[in-house]
C-alpha cells in the first residue's frame, strides 16, 4: 500500500498506468494506493469524447485540468476538497475472471470501509458502492497485459453543482430542483454522516476495509525507482492534446 498522495491528474493516471504495467511484468507487487487530485479534475473515460462530455471553457476558467483515463466509464468530476480516489492493481488471476464478481471483490473493501464510518453500505452491480441505499462510490476497471487496474470514487463532500457546470448537461439542469433529484440517488459521506470525517480517516477506514474483504496484509511502502520513472515518462502522454481528443 502506498502513502496518501496529491498530485496533479497526469502523474495520477500516469502512475496508474506505470503500475498495471510494471505488476504485469511482475516487477511491482499487487499494490493499493489512494490519492487527491490538485487541481479539481474532470476526468472521462477512455471511449469517451471529450467535447461531448465537458464543459473545456468551464474547466479553464475555474483552473480544473481535464484527463482521459485509460478505463471505461463516465466523465467523473474529481473535487480536490471532496473526493478521496483509490486503485488496485493487480494480477488478473488474483480477481474472478466475471467481471461483476471482480468488481465485487474490490468494492467490497470499500463497503467494509464505509461502514467502519458508520454507514451501512452495499455493492450494487455493475460497478457502484451504494452508503445508506444512495450511491457513494463509482468504479472503472481495465484488464491489460495479464494485470488489473480498477480505481474509483469515495465521494467525502465534493461540489456537486461546480460537477454539474464542467459536465455537458443542459442549463436548466443546474437548477435547485435538479441538484435535489441527484441527492435522492446520490450521496456524501458528509451527508450521511452530518460531518467531514479527514482524509486519513476515510484512507484509514478504507485501507481496514481492504484489509478484510480482500483477506491481505498491507505493507506501506512508497513507489519504487522504477516506478516513479515509468510514470515520469508516461506523464506526457496523458498532458497531450493528442490523448486526451483521440475521440
Known sequence: MLP????????SMAIDEALLKLNAE??????????RWLPSTVSIGCFQSVEREVDLEVAKRHGVDVVRRITGGGAVFHDHDGELTYSVVCKQGDVPDDIIESYRLICGGLVQGFERLGLRAEFKPVNDVLGNGKKISGSAQTRRW???????????APDVRRMFELLKVSPEKIS????????????????????????DKVREAMSDGFRKSLDVELVENKLTDKEVKLAQDLRPKYASEEWLRKR
Not at 26 to 35: A, D, E, L, V
Request: a positive charge; charged letters at 25%; glycine letters at 6%.
Open 4 to 11: 496518501l498522495r496529491v498530485d496533479d491528474a497526469f502523474i
Open 26 to 35: 511482475s516487477k511491482s507487487p499487487n499494490t493499493i494506493r489512494f490519492w
Open 146 to 156: 495479464g494485470s488489473v487496474l480498477q480505481h474509483g470514487t469515495v465521494l467525502i
Open 176 to 199: 435547485d430542483k435538479f441538484i435535489a433529484s441527484v441527492f435522492e440517488r446520490v450521496t456524501t459521506i458528509e451527508r450521511e454522516l452530518g460531518r467531514k470525517p479527514s482524509f
